[in-house]
């Protein structure tokens, strides 16, 4: 599965293109998971006390939000490129 | 625009190779250590030489390489610079010497650098837009005879909010490339739309840009004044609210994701 991310996130993954193995991943949230454990420091950073993702940390699928489509079990296939951002700071 | 910066030893004849495969206008711009700048314009600050058939010849003494980059921009489809190691722009480099630029190729020697190679990928590469290249975008409209109003914004770096704060000396951006550029071409054809509104250009750089200059710019094009001032204002609050763009913020004291303050 190959992530891309920003700011922030990019900087605790240490990368900002990350290929991660996850074959067995159905779900965007599967998917997730294999990032975080392949990637420890950004759980902080991403999960909230609970272990649900924070509200405004943004997950996209193919450059689609998945707040907008079935969330974290939206179905995902080996090559999407899917990416993980905080909020937007741009202008 | 499209520009490119060329640094190092033997790197100056590969100008004219380079603008004869580019398709488009191209202006070049070369260090010359030979002039003498200050004389060549005589008592006035800048002398233009034009031919009756179009040809000129110009020289002054006050233009920045800034301002002279921002003034060839709405002009020009690219930009070859030789010579400068200190221009922001994507660069190729032959030696080891540092620059401020994005370095898109490095090489021991000029003989390695191939101008086909270099041609195709300086389309791929960070533009140089201005205010005035999107006025003259929008004002080429099919649809400019019932245009009766341009309104603008311009976004810059603001070194202080209050009188006393620490000196912002840089803000950096980084952009999720295709994401950013769709949710823009989004906004543009969704303010154009509405009734009124003509056309839309909005643009925003990325990289580092130091206190005082422009970050974004939102130029529209409209029947009247109205919908014009509309049009900007939600385009810039919509890129700001939707489009991909991270900031990292520098002052005198710290470092830190403007994100992480808001």
Do not use: C
């Amino acid at each position: 599965m190959r992530w891309k991310l920003f700011a922030d996130l990019a900087e605790a993954a240490g990368g900002r293109e990350l290929a991660v193995d996850a074959d067995g991943a159905d779900t965007v949230g599967e998917a997730l998971d294999a990032l975080l454990d392949a990637h420890p420091a950004l759980a902080a950073r991403v999960l909230d006390e609970e272990g649900e993702l924070r509200p405004h940390v943004n997950l996209l699928r193919n450059g689609e939000d998945v707040h907008e489509t079935e969330g974290l079990a939206t179905p995902v296939d080996a090559d999407d490129e899917l990416a993980l951002f905080p909020p937007v700071s741009g202008g | 625009m499209q520009a490119l910066s060329v640094v190092g030893p033997g790197t100056g004849p590969l100008l004219d190779p380079l603008a004869a495969r580019l398709d488009g206008r191209v202006a070049t711009v070369r260090r010359d250590e030979s002039a003498a700048p200050d004389t060549a314009a005589g008592p006035a600050d800048a002398a233009f030489d034009l031919s009756p058939d179009g040809g000129w010849r110009a020289s002054g003494t006050d233009d920045s390489f800034d301002a002279l980059l921002d003034r060839l921009a709405p002009e020009y489809d690219y930009a070859l610079v030789a010579g400068f190691s200190r221009l922001r722009l994507p660069t190729v480099v032959v030696g080891d010497r540092e620059v401020a630029g994005d370095v898109l190729e490095r090489v021991d020697d000029a003989a390695e650098l191939d101008a086909d190679a270099l041609a195709a990928r300086l389309d791929d590469a960070e533009p140089h837009v201005t205010l005035e290249t999107l006025v003259d975008r929008v004002t080429a409209s099919p649809e400019a005879d019932r245009a009766g109003a341009i309104a603008t914004f311009t976004g810059r770096v603001r070194a202080k909010d209050s009188p006393d704060d620490d000196r912002t000396t840089h803000l950096a951006f980084e952009k999720y490339e295709g994401v950013a550029a769709d949710r823009m071409a989004r906004i543009e054809r969704e303010l154009t739309d509405r009734e009124g509104v003509l056309e839309v250009e909005m643009a925003h750089r990325v990289g580092i840009v130091p206190d005082g200059e422009d970050i974004v710019f939102v130029v529209v094009l409209a029947g009247h004044r109205r919908e014009a001032f509309r049009a900007v204002e939600d385009g810039i609050d919509r890129l700001k609210a939707e489009v991909p763009i991270f900031k990292k913020e520098t002052t005198t004291d710290e470092e830190f994701w403007v994100h992480d303050r808001a």
